[in-house]
């Protein structure tokens, strides 16, 4: 093998077990195999590397090695004798001279140097820049394809092959450790957890975005206040928005989606319509829902998302693992084992629910939980 791609249409599951002859664990092999198909599907990122990279410091010639030797001593007016050679008094014109031709040759050869270093640096240069061009080619030739080689102003988006691209199996345990399982038009792939779609981040932040807002209303009645009043988004966001949502992310991010002169007469009418935004962004982002799915811990295909535990609602909500144990473990005991189950509920149906089975919530925390569940059972219906 001479690179990655000589190993295009090798079963990866036989490739994995080849590797893991030589040595290297499962896990390990799985991840190596994994970077290889989604490097021969095209959905690796790639990643530029000069093939000439500049010097980042500078060669031993190229450093100035010029000292001046020479120093005149002064001569006195009607006292000191000019004379040619050495005394013992004075070195004399030839030795003066001399010095200063040796200083000045020296000053040659840093000269001479600097132009060879600029020479070659400007070579250099040259050649980096070759490695640039050659990148933007690859990148034009990208955009080409991607356009139907027909870049007009009126040409589609890019063509992302939704058709081939991987589609989610679901959460396996392999060696102690959760992992992704993706069917490609070559085989099955396994890819550890969830990081490898490159969306947890995103994913995650967009799920909590309501739950976030219910929080923050629940700590600040003057919010409340105004959304009953008729306080549009514009205004909200301008007295509200650099408040914090505890996760990094403001008010005025959370509402960001959100029509400038829209109003909504509670927390629940608000929730509602940042959940639908948020959910209308998963769903048409690539790879979304299947983030989503590997989040929520969908075990197979065709296995609703919202009927995935709703032990993650609980952990989310809790502001302790402790709590989090709790809530889940009271979930369960009241019936509501799946996320569909908690979106069925209403803030106060939950508060009841709960309590009957010795587990306080307060109303906010509640309405959290459904705001939560709602964002999550209302991305997909099945898979």
């Given at each position: 093998?001479?690179?990655?791609?000589?190993?295009?249409?090798?079963?990866?599951?036989?490739?994995?077990?080849?590797?893991?002859?030589?040595?290297?664990?499962?896990?390990?092999?799985?991840?190596?195999?994994?970077?290889?198909?989604?490097?021969?599907?095209?959905?690796?990122?790639?990643?530029?590397?000069?093939?000439?990279?500049?010097?980042?410091?500078?060669?031993?010639?190229?450093?100035?090695?010029?000292?001046?030797?020479?120093?005149?001593?002064?001569?006195?007016?009607?006292?000191?004798?000019?004379?040619?050679?050495?005394?013992?008094?004075?070195?004399?014109?030839?030795?003066?001279?001399?010095?200063?031709?040796?200083?000045?040759?020296?000053?040659?050869?840093?000269?001479?140097?600097?132009?060879?270093?600029?020479?070659?640096?400007?070579?250099?240069?040259?050649?980096?820049?070759?490695?640039?061009?050659?990148?933007?080619?690859?990148?034009?030739?990208?955009?080409?394809?991607?356009?139907?080689?027909?870049?007009?102003?009126?040409?589609?988006?890019?063509?992302?092959?939704?058709?081939?691209?991987?589609?989610?199996?679901?959460?396996?345990?392999?060696?102690?450790?959760?992992?992704?399982?993706?069917?490609?038009?070559?085989?099955?792939?396994?890819?550890?957890?969830?990081?490898?779609?490159?969306?947890?981040d995103t994913v995650t932040q967009r799920l909590a975005t309501g739950g976030l807002l219910v929080r923050f209303a629940g700590q600040s009645q003057e919010f409340t206040q105004?959304?009953?009043?008729?306080?549009?988004?514009?205004?909200?966001?301008?007295?509200?928005?650099?408040?914090?949502?505890?996760?990094?992310?403001?008010?005025?991010?959370?509402?960001?989606?959100?029509?400038?002169?829209?109003?909504?007469?509670?927390?629940?009418?608000?929730?509602?319509?940042?959940?639908?935004?948020?959910?209308?962004?998963?769903?048409?982002?690539?790879?979304?829902?299947?983030?989503?799915?590997?989040?929520?811990?969908?075990?197979?295909?065709?296995?609703?998302?919202?009927?995935?535990t709703a032990a993650l609602l609980a952990t989310s909500v809790a502001t302790s693992p402790v709590l989090g144990s709790v809530l889940g473990s009271g979930l369960s005991r009241?019936?509501?084992?799946?996320?569909?189950?908690?979106?069925?509920?209403?803030?106060?149906?939950?508060?009841?629910?709960?309590?009957?089975?010795?587990?306080?919530?307060?109303?906010?925390?509640?309405?959290?939980?459904?705001?939560?569940?709602?964002?999550?059972?209302?991305?997909?219906?099945?898979?």
């Amino acid at each position: 093998m001479t690179t990655w791609t000589d190993l295009a249409g090798v079963d990866p599951a036989t490739l994995v077990d080849q590797i893991v002859t030589t040595g290297v664990n499962k896990y390990d092999a799985a991840k190596l195999v994994n970077n290889l198909v989604a490097i021969n599907l095209n959905q690796a990122p790639r990643h530029f590397v000069f093939s000439h990279p500049l010097p980042t410091t500078d060669p031993a010639p190229c450093a100035p090695t010029f000292a001046r030797t020479f120093s005149h001593q002064d001569w006195i007016d009607g006292e000191s004798v000019v004379q040619a050679g050495e005394s013992a008094d004075d070195k004399g014109f030839n030795w003066r001279f001399n010095a200063l031709a040796r200083d000045i040759d020296a000053l040659h050869t840093d000269t001479a140097n600097l132009f060879q270093c600029l020479s070659t640096l400007r070579g250099q240069l040259v050649q980096a820049l070759q490695d640039v061009a050659a990148e933007l080619n690859r990148l034009d030739t990208d955009v080409a394809t991607n356009h139907g080689n027909n870049p007009g102003l009126n040409t589609p988006p890019f063509n992302v092959g939704l058709e081939n691209a991987p589609q989610f199996l679901g959460v396996r345990e392999l060696d102690g450790s959760k992992v992704t399982m993706w069917k490609t038009a070559q085989n099955v792939m396994v890819l550890p957890g969830v990081d490898t779609v490159g969306l947890q981040d995103t994913v995650t932040q967009r799920l909590a975005t309501g739950g976030l807002l219910v929080r923050f209303a629940g700590q600040s009645q003057e919010f409340t206040q105004a959304l009953a009043a008729g306080t549009s988004v514009k205004d909200l966001i301008a007295t509200y928005g650099q408040q914090d949502l505890g996760d990094g992310r403001t008010v005025a991010n959370a509402l960001a989606l959100l029509p400038d002169d829209a109003t909504y007469q509670d927390m629940a009418t608000l929730t509602d319509a940042v959940n639908t935004q948020e959910q209308a962004v998963i769903k048409s982002t690539v790879g979304g829902v299947d983030a989503v799915s590997a989040l929520t811990g969908v075990t197979s295909e065709g296995m609703p998302i919202a009927t995935t535990t709703a032990a993650l609602l609980a952990t989310s909500v809790a502001t302790s693992p402790v709590l989090g144990s709790v809530l889940g473990s009271g979930l369960s005991r009241a019936g509501l084992t799946t996320i569909a189950d908690v979106a069925g509920q209403t803030p106060t149906q939950l508060v009841q629910r709960l309590g009957q089975q010795g587990v306080t919530i307060d109303p906010v925390q509640a309405q959290e939980l459904a705001t939560r569940a709602s964002m999550i059972a209302g991305l997909q219906t099945t898979r």
